[in-house]
């Protein structure tokens, strides 16, 4: 089992939507969730960062957190073409060292 | 505030030369941790290091190493290149210590080439 999971998409949706990104985690005892978003050619970009359960809001943006599921996820509403990108959850853990994992990625396209 | 800066962006090396690349954190930033991202692998975890001291390291061979100096910047060393390092390495800081300080940020990255 990989430590974070992500589907890898592609992500599609139409100009206006809402778009919903997901992930797991395997280390129970994380405690720090964090979404990047990464355009092509680029670097990651932090956006999001989330420590408890439920939700937390940011803009356009919203990332939800249930520790007892392992689940992490994001939403972006009213989503624009400039959304495009491929997005990133990432675990802090502290299993085995200190440590954050990435996973794969998911593409998103947003179709005007 | 200054981003992370990587130095060099570009590198082309041959099989079993050497590679030293550098990272300079942001400024008050006391850890930085280096990842490879291929497109088969995604971002694989390398080193990470806090006040010099490397606190953990990825599943990684021998040839990889790293060390972080007294002033946050690090470097990292490729001995040995194999056509398999071809790769963009990033370099991420953060605060370190903290709840909220393990927030990353990435450098521009070193695309590294080996023929």
């Known amino acids: 089992q990989k430590e974070v999971e992500q589907n890898s998409g592609p992500l599609s949706v139409p100009e206006g939507a809402i778009a919903s990104l997901n992930c797991t985690y395997s280390?129970?005892?994380?405690?720090?969730f964090f979404w990047y978003r990464q355009y092509s050619g680029k670097s990651p970009e932090l956006i999001m960062s989330?420590?408890?359960?439920g939700d937390k809001e940011d803009g356009r943006f919203t990332a939800q957190l249930n520790k007892a599921s392992q689940y992490v996820s994001l939403l972006i509403r009213d989503s624009q073409p400039s959304d495009s990108a491929t997005y990133l959850c990432?675990?802090?853990?502290?299993?085995?060292?200190?440590?954050?994992?990435f996973g794969a990625g998911t593409r998103l396209f947003v179709k005007a | 505030k200054a981003g992370v800066t990587q130095t060099p962006r570009y590198l082309i090396k041959t099989r079993g030369q050497q590679v030293t690349l550098s990272c300079s954190p942001i400024?008050?930033?006391?850890?930085v941790s280096w990842y490879q991202q291929t497109p088969g692998q995604g971002l694989q975890f390398l080193f990470e290091?806090?006040?010099?001291?490397?606190?953990n390291k990825g599943n990684f061979p021998g040839r990889f190493s790293g060390r972080q100096f007294s002033n946050s910047r690090s470097e990292m060393n490729v001995s040995t290149l194999e056509l398999g390092d071809s790769a963009l390495y990033l370099c991420?800081?953060?605060?370190?210590?903290?709840?909220?300080?393990?927030?990353?940020?990435f450098g521009p990255g070193t695309r590294l080439t080996v023929t």
């Open positions: 280390d129970r005892g994380s405690q720090s």
């Open positions: 290091y806090f006040s010099e001291t490397q606190r």
């Open positions: 989330i420590y408890s359960n």
């Open positions: 400024s008050g930033h006391r850890s």
């Open positions: 991420a800081s953060s605060l370190g210590a903290g709840q909220s300080s393990y927030e990353q940020y």
């Open positions: 990432a675990v802090r853990s502290n299993t085995g060292g200190f440590k954050t994992i």
